[in-house]
């Protein structure tokens, strides 16, 4: 019987290939990656059907936690200058150019003005343990949430696609809800956005109906 | 372009006493890989895909006038209040009425579940509102006051928004608790610890 002869193969592959797509991924993901804005509090928003999205830019973001602390935080870093050096001459808060800077860059800010020159001396990881996060407050008293909301409209400029969105706990007890809705509502401003997640409609009811109405009337 | 000579050891040079090894150009590109899918899988990871959702709320204008504001009829009303633990309790009209709990049916607790729950309530009362007319002839909306209770909480809140989206109901209006209420709320729990039971 004559012997089969095999062909000796190498075991190398030529890896150039598969590294060629590695890296082909790895530069879609750096470019479209967009990290993980940083929270002060963790917040597991409700979920409702709604499917709009949270725009990017131009938003005034108000974050409660679930003990009712707010955080206030806006995007773009020309308009939050603005903002920070309006109140820093309007409250005479006495903020220097490096805490101001602070700002800047940094989230969000959760404490009374009063406090604000040593929270925002302080970093990010700091702030949680000092006491001092203790939210911006929202009583009638002392409404300086109302402030807030106030000078950063007027750092936006009239900016018409300006959007408040309020970012709420679960937990969150619903008078802290009803008494920041009242603030905004005292500012006359009366559209809001909640943040929410996304869930499925419920089968069978009218807003399901209305989604799939198009089709199913194609169909009889 | 230039090319690379790398036949070193070429024909005719035998006799040279500098004579370089023949080197394969292959690199090994396993560690290189290995790296590479190691920094996808962080991207991966790290990235936020799924964007949050927003809703929107529109609040109404405080008017001081009275003819401005919207009288709401007894008949096409519904009103929901959100109480502790998850708790909805709901009665129908505006309850101007103070001998309307004498009815022990006027009072009622329920739930969020999706059968048997408020939806129920919300999309009986809809349709029978939809069958009353209005002095026009048209058929009358349904009109939802949410009253929540303290010991409420956010989601409870956005939960009957949401009932709202999810039913189409186009009018209903958050409106501050009244004692009366709280006061219902009270009597029934206490009536009935476990009416309207926490999900």
Not at chain 1, 65 to 79: A, E, L, T
Not at chain 2, 1 to 12: K, V
Not at chain 2, 133 to 158: C, L, M, S, W
Not at chain 2, 171 to 187: L, P
């Amino acid at each position: 019987m004559p012997k089969v002869k095999m062909a000796r193969k190498s075991t190398l592959i030529d890896m150039t290939a598969m590294c060629d797509v590695a890296f082909l991924l790895l530069t879609f993901f750096m470019l479209a990656t967009k990290f993980k804005p940083d929270e002060p509090v963790t917040v597991v928003t409700p979920s409702s059907i709604n499917t709009k999205l949270l725009p990017d830019s131009d938003v005034i973001l108000l974050t409660v936690d679930k003990d009712g602390k707010v955080f206030f935080s806006m995007d773009g870093q020309p308009k939050r200058k603005k903002l920070i050096e309006d109140l820093n001459t309007q409250f005479k808060l006495g903020l220097d150019q490096q805490q101001m800077n602070n700002f800047i860059v940094g989230a969000s800010v959760g404490t009374d003005l009063k406090d604000l020159k040593t929270y925002l001396s302080m970093k990010p990881e700091e702030r949680k343990a000092s006491g001092l996060e203790k939210g911006i407050p929202t009583d009638s008293a002392n409404n300086e949430l109302s402030t807030w909301i106030n000078y950063a409209r007027t750092a936006q400029g009239g900016n018409p696609k300006l959007q408040y969105c309020i970012k709420a706990d679960n937990e969150t007890p619903y008078p802290k809800i009803d008494e920041i809705m009242q603030t905004f509502k005292d500012l006359k401003i009366q559209k809001l956005n909640l943040v929410t997640n996304l869930e499925a409609i419920p089968p069978g009811t009218a807003a399901a109906l209305a989604q799939d109405g198009p089709g199913s009337n194609e169909a009889h | 372009m230039a090319e690379l000579d790398t036949s070193s050891s070429g024909g005719g040079k035998k006799h040279q006493g500098t004579k370089s090894k023949k080197l394969s150009t292959r690199v090994d590109m396993t560690p290189m890989v290995d790296l590479g899918f190691l920094l996808i899988t962080f991207f991966m990871l790290t990235t936020t895909m799924s964007k949050p959702k927003t809703m929107d709320l529109i609040m109404p204008k405080d008017t001081e006038k009275e003819e401005e504001q919207n009288k709401v009829k007894e008949s096409t009303a519904l009103t929901i209040l959100l109480g502790k633990n998850n708790r909805v309790f709901y009665y129908e009209g505006l309850a101007q009425d103070p001998n309307a709990s004498s009815d022990p049916e006027f009072f009622q607790a329920t739930t969020f579940a999706n059968k048997g729950g408020i939806r129920d309530v919300i999309i009986k009362k809809r349709d029978e509102v939809a069958q009353l007319r209005n002095a026009k002839g048209e058929p009358e909306d349904v009109v939802v006051i949410i009253k929540a209770d303290d010991g409420a909480t956010y989601k409870n809140f956005v939960d009957i928004l949401d009932e709202m989206a999810i039913n189409r109901i186009q009018r209903y209006a958050t409106v501050d608790i009244s004692d009366q209420d709280k006061q219902w709320i009270q009597q029934t729990v206490s009536a009935n610890p476990g009416a309207g039971g926490a999900q």
